[in-house]
């Protein structure tokens, strides 16, 4: 298996413009998260899905962002507008099913910077 | 409620010394508990894990970690460091459908 495998690997961009990030997870897998990391606030989940349905999206920051995931073997976060603020390292992490118990495989990143 | 807690931001140890990193934990169930690291630029990769079975756990590249429920630590040792380590190290506590990472320790190597 490939691994997760993140699209695209960095992203400059100028504010106010859309973003759109994407996620293909590993095979089989049943739970998807997204995460931001930067060095003010470090490593943020964002959101994560359970067999395609938003579990918890309690790490949104604010109504300019959204997560898809369409069926189980793509996942899009989108950013619209965006602003300075949101330059970070974007991670999608996969999982097996129980979440409690399996570890978590990571994507390379995005790297985002809005200018 | 579950929250984890690394005790030191930054650590630096010459290397072939001992690596410590602290690690405290609070959960409300009973928990999971794994260790991460990330090297520069790259994304996070899974050291060892704890799922109530033996107490010593023993992960990647000489690394172990003791599960400690009376001191609520799961600390991260290894005999020996190499320039290798270098790197950042995340703590996760998991239980009930919820993930919790710690803010992350850097572990700088001296030569």
């Known amino acids: 298996d490939a691994g997760v495998i993140q699209s695209p690997r960095h992203e400059v961009t100028e504010m106010g413009q859309e973003v759109t990030l994407r996620c293909k997870p590993i095979?089989?897998?049943?739970?998807l998260f997204w995460y931001r990391q930067t060095m003010m606030r470090g490593l943020e989940l964002l959101i994560y899905?359970?067999?395609?349905?938003?579990?918890?999206d309690s790490g949104m920051p604010e109504d300019r962002f959204s997560a898809k995931m369409p069926n189980a073997s793509f996942s899009t976060l989108k950013i619209q507008p965006s602003e300075p603020r949101d330059s970070a390292v974007y991670f999608c992490?996969?999982?097996?099913?129980?979440?409690?118990?399996?570890?978590?495989?990571f994507g390379p990143g995005t790297r985002l910077t809005v200018l | 409620a579950q929250s984890v807690t690394q005790l030191d931001s930054h650590v630096s140890v010459s290397e072939g010394t001992p690596v410590l990193l602290r690690c405290n934990y609070s959960s409300s169930y009973s928990p999971s508990l794994f260790w991460y690291v990330q090297h520069p630029n790259k994304g996070l990769q899974l050291l060892l894990k704890y799922t109530s079975a033996a107490t010593l756990v023993k992960g990647i590249n000489g690394f172990e970690a003791e599960f400690k429920k009376s001191e609520t630590s799961f600390h991260l040792t290894k005999p020996s460091a190499h320039m290798s380590d270098a790197a950042e190290y995340f703590c996760v506590v998991s239980g009930n459908e919820k993930l919790t990472f710690g803010t992350g320790t850097r572990l700088t190597i001296i030569p």
């Open positions: 095979s089989g897998h049943d739970y």
């Open positions: 992490a996969s999982s097996l099913m129980p979440l409690e118990v399996n570890e978590q495989f």
């Open positions: 899905f359970n067999n395609n349905v938003p579990i918890d």
